[in-house]
């Protein structure tokens, strides 16, 4: 997989390298003109990725909200520890912050209503050709990450779910499970939803909690998280590619 971050500072670099080189004798010669206006083209592109990645996804009136929200892939989990923790109402439910990072959390649902927050209305688009729009309240998964203190090794953000969603597969495999990069980790819109339209996230939905990553697909909008973990790389996660749909062969940036 492509480090995106590591590409996009190593064009930053040429860029900056051509522009510091300005009008001497070697720029002035038409072959290294055109290489240079390739690389300028590059950069221009490679900043629109960047720009592009941090735009707002589109966001809804209330009126605009669906009334009839489907509910895809796990809906119901039978995982004995996801049953207790349903039966108890979530009161000894806890997500673990853990991985590269500083200071390792784990964190009540009280605690996490405490954090800095952010409600949005959004559309949800899953790759089966179906879309719902719905209002998520959440905490910011940024704020959160920063509490934990990522390490200078963290690239990936990895979402631990309580579901397994393949019983036929070996339990790394079976179990759902996500990542994102930290430009999808610090966008202002991702958010760790505990409330869907007004009210607590219904089981069928993720309760307690679940990620809104809105510039992805649905898949990568990890429900029943349990555990969020920084790493350096994705190779010892699961099949290795970042999330159980990616696993079996879906793009692991599903932007839209
Ligand atoms: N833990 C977990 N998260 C998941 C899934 C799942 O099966 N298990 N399905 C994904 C898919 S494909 C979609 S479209 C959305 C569906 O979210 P919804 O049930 O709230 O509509 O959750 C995503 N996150
Ligand atoms: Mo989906």
Redo the contacts with the bound molecule.
């Keep these: 997989m492509i480090d995106r971050r590591r590409w996009l500072s190593g064009l930053a670099a040429a860029a900056m390298g051509a522009l510091l080189a300005g009008c001497d004798k070697l720029t002035m010669n038409p072959v290294v003109q055109q290489g240079l206006a390739m690389a300028e083209g590059l950069t221009r592109r490679a900043q629109r990725l960047v720009v592009d990645r941090k735009a707002l996804a589109q966001e809804f009136s209330p009126a605009e909200i669906s009334p009839d929200f489907r509910a895809?892939?796990s809906t119901a989990p039978g995982d004995p520890e996801y049953r207790a923790l349903v039966e108890a109402g979530f009161a000894d439910w806890k997500l673990v912050v853990d991985g590269l990072v500083e200071r390792p959390l784990s964190l009540s649902l009280a605690e996490l209503r405490a954090q800095p927050a952010r409600t949005q209305i959004t559309r949800h688009d899953?790759?089966?050709g179906w879309s719902a729009i719905g209002q998520w309240s959440g905490a910011r998964l940024g704020p959160l990450l920063d509490r934990a203190g990522l390490k200078e090794s963290a690239r990936y953000i990895v979402f631990h779910c309580a579901d397994t969603l393949d019983p036929n597969a070996p339990a790394a495999l079976g179990r759902y499970y996500e990542s994102i990069d930290l430009i999808d980790a610090y966008h202002p819109q991702s958010i760790l939803a505990y409330d869907m339209n007004g009210a607590p996230l219904a089981v069928k939905h993720g309760a307690p909690l679940r990620l809104r990553v809105e510039r992805q697909?649905?898949?990568k909008h990890a429900k029943y998280v349990m555990r969020i973990e920084a790493v350096a790389d994705l190779a010892g996660i699961g099949g290795g590619k970042g999330g159980f749909w990616e696993d079996r062969g879906y793009e692991w940036y599903a932007g839209i």
Excluded: I, P, R
Aim: charged fraction near 10%; aromatic fraction near 12%; glycine fraction near 24%.
């Design positions: 895809n892939g899953c790759v089966e697909l649905g898949y």
